[in-house]
Nanobody, 120 residues
Framework: QVQLVESGGGLVQAGGSLRLSCAASGRTFSSYAMGWFRQAPGKEREFVAAISWSGGSTYYADSVKGRFTISRPNAKNTVYLQMNSLKPEDTAVYYC?????????????WGQGTQVTVSS
């Protein structure tokens, strides 16, 4: 069992930055790849970024590549999403996820979500 709690969302102006955190508990956390997804009003939930269980590989959606950075420092049960150069279209609820399969993006556990609002 893995529990995920996101924090760090808020309101920011376009061009600004936010850092999201996902605190995980559970003995098997380190064996999961971790990811961030987002869902804007009236839209499907979409993939944003993922990081392998070792932290050695990262993956990004084209829409955030070069602006967002996902990380999971060693010995910490936390995954971060550093978001720079934010745009109004980044406005969404952001969800942390423990990923069972990177090939199919099968999700084992979801967090409750944190709201990010970017004003123009």
């Amino acid at each position: 069992q893995v529990q995920l709690v996101e924090s760090g969302g808020g309101l920011v102006q376009a061009g600004g930055s936010l850092r999201l955190s996902c605190a995980a508990s559970g003995r098997t956390f380190s064996s999961y790849a971790m990811g961030w997804f987002r869902q804007a009003p009236g839209k499907e939930r979409e993939f944003v970024a993922a990081i392998s269980w070792s932290g050695g590989s990262t993956y990004y959606a084209d829409s955030v590549k070069g602006r967002f950075t996902i990380s999971r420092p060693n010995a910490k049960n936390t995954v971060y999403l550093q978001m720079n150069s934010l745009k109004p279209e980044d406005t969404a609820v952001y969800y942390c996820a423990a990923i069972e399969s990177m090939i199919s993006l099968r999700i084992g556990y979801w967090g409750q979500g944190t709201q990010v609002t970017v004003s123009s």
